[in-house]
């Protein structure tokens, strides 16, 4: 696994962000800290903030990245790293909802860094994408839009992918989100059935449903980009074919619709039994979903599904999905022809369901 947050020691007191550079010629911002020694402990930066060195890392390894350096707490954050497009910003951990397989659980706690995940997407690589995600982000909406406005408009070329569960769009929020600058925004939301009973239930929120179609409402008026994300569970995965109905008639105007394999951690790490849909033995409601979106037009994906676990006509839509700094291959996988296709899975899976579940290509 590609480590995130490093141990590391600064002169600064109070949190800030830098851009490492190893070779001085490209330091062109007062926020580049620059290296100035480097020995088999680590790599030590100088910059704005003073000295911070960073432990056990070689400095070329982390050229370009911007790092969220906590004094406090004596780590830094690779926030965005230059050589990956998987980057995402987790800028809250509070949520409204409790999903039965959430795979990052909420706390009641908020520490606001938006301004500091500002100056970070603005040192950020021409053309990337950055993931933001919680957490709910919508409960700090205003926060939320004023960095999305700001960052769009001095970086055009930006992206954002931003996943929310949609609880808290109001028609009020219509005409700023038809500025251009959230037209590079796409907002990944969950919708687990086509029965509101069942989605309730799943997220474990009364009423979430319901909501959910008054934000879709808002976002369709505000010509907002739209992927539909579903992850897959027991409770669930016989509503695929009726939610793909769903997705063709009342939701036409998402861009995509994700179908997504559960990730056993968070609070599905414990409830692994009761949640897992084993697809391998049971893909029949899995294909009748995709047969109809795709016949209905609809681009539809299925993200942390082994291929060899995908019937044959069906891989070409499981792309190679997991992050890189979280993905692994089992031993199993060692012979397979296809590895650079797959997902593989994520590092905290456990080898001994992988390797008896897949057959290699
Ligand atoms: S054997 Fe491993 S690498 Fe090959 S398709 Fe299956 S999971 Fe992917």
């Given amino acids: ?32 800290a620059v290296l100035v020694v480097e020995d088999e402990e680590g790599a030590s930066f100088s910059g704005l903030h003073g000295l911070l060195t960073l432990e056990g890392v070689c400095a070329d390894a982390l050229e370009g990245d911007v790092m969220l350096v906590q004094p406090d707490t004596g780590r830094a954050d690779r926030l965005l790293r230059h050589g990956s497009s998987h980057n995402t910003l ?21 520490v606001d860094r938006f301004a500091l995940f500002e100056q970070a997407c603005l040192l950020a690589r021409p053309n990337i994408v ?54 590079r925004v796409s907002w990944g939301i969950p919708l687990y059935s086509h029965e509101p009973a069942r989605h309730d239930e799943i997220v474990g929120k009364t009423g979430a449903f319901d909501r959910l179609q008054r934000s879709f409402h808002v976002l369709l008026l505000a010509g907002a980009r739209i992927e539909l994300r579903t992850v897959l569970i027991q409770d669930n995965i016989d509503d695929l074919p009726r939610l793909a109905r769903l997705v063709a008639s009342r939701l036409r105007f998402i861009e995509s619709w994700s179908i997504m394999q559960l990730e056993k951690t968070g609070f599905a790490r414990n409830r692994w039994a009761g949640l897992f849909a084993d697809h391998k033995v049971g893909f029949e409601p899995v294909a009748a979903a995709l047969d109809y979106a795709l016949l209905h037009g609809k681009a539809v994906h299925l993200f942390n599904f082994p291929r060899c676990t995908v019937p044959a006509q069906y891989r ?15 031993p199993a996988c060692a012979t397979c022809r296809e590895q650079d296709q797959c997902c593989g899975f994520f590092e905290w899976h456990p ?4 390797n008896a579940w897949i057959s290699p290509l």
């Fill in 1 to 32: 696994m590609i480590p995130l947050s490093l141990p590391a020691v600064s002169e600064a007191t109070m949190p800030y962000v830098a851009r490492l550079r190893v070779d001085p010629a490209t330091a062109i911002d007062e926020a580049d």
């Fill in 130 to 183: 950055i993931g933001i995600t919680g957490g709910e982000p919508t409960l700090y909406k205003d926060d939320l839009f004023g960095l999305i406005e700001r960052v769009g408009t001095v970086r055009p070329d930006i992206e954002f992918h931003i996943l929310t569960n949609a609880q808290h769009f109001e028609a009020s929020d219509v005409d700023r989100l038809r500025q251009d600058v959230f037209r």
């Fill in 351 to 354: 080898d001994e369901h992988a």
């Fill in 316 to 330: 070409a839509l499981a792309p190679a999905s997991i992050s890189d700094w979280k993905r692994k291959f089992a």
């Fill in 90 to 110: 987790l800028v809250t951990e509070r949520c409204d909802q409790l999903c039965v397989m959430c795979s990052q659980p909420p706390r009641k706690t908020h």
